[in-house]
Nanobody, 131 residues
């Protein structure tokens, strides 16, 4: 069973930076963890995709993330990162990571933005940006 554990959330001020991480475990050698992604959600709103990355390091970003957020991963440790710069109060949300195994494919063009595309989710880490 794949498990995802996010960490690194916290409270920052407008314009500051924060990095969150997601440690993945439970993938098998026959069907390893492949695509990984970051989403965020505020109460009362749908979960929205931020960025996704393939196991080969190819990334795609939502418009909200371009120029401020950077996704990366350490495949040797199965850790996904999200570096967030120039944070704004509207970035306040619960941040989730998601993944799907290799056998399920990895569509970084459009499908990755859909919450139902992902097989496994972490419990989330809260990011709060105050002005």
């Amino acid at each position: 069973q794949v498990q995802l554990v996010e960490s690194g959330g916290g409270s920052v001020q407008l314009g500051e930076s924060l990095s969150v991480s997601c440690a993945a475990s439970g993938g098998t050698s026959e069907d390893p963890i492949s695509c990984m992604a970051w989403f965020r959600q505020v109460p009362g709103k749908q979960r929205e995709g931020i960025a996704a990355m393939s196991s080969k390091g190819v990334a795609n970003y939502a418009e909200l993330a371009k120029g401020r957020f950077t996704i990366s991963r350490d495949n040797s440790k199965n850790i996904l990162f999200l570096q967030m710069d120039s944070l704004k109060p509207e970035d306040t949300a619960m941040y989730y990571c998601a993944t799907r195994p290799l056998s399920h494919g990895c569509d970084l063009k459009s499908q990755w933005r859909i919450q139902g595309y992902w097989s496994y989710w972490g419990q989330g880490t809260q990011v709060t940006v105050s002005s």
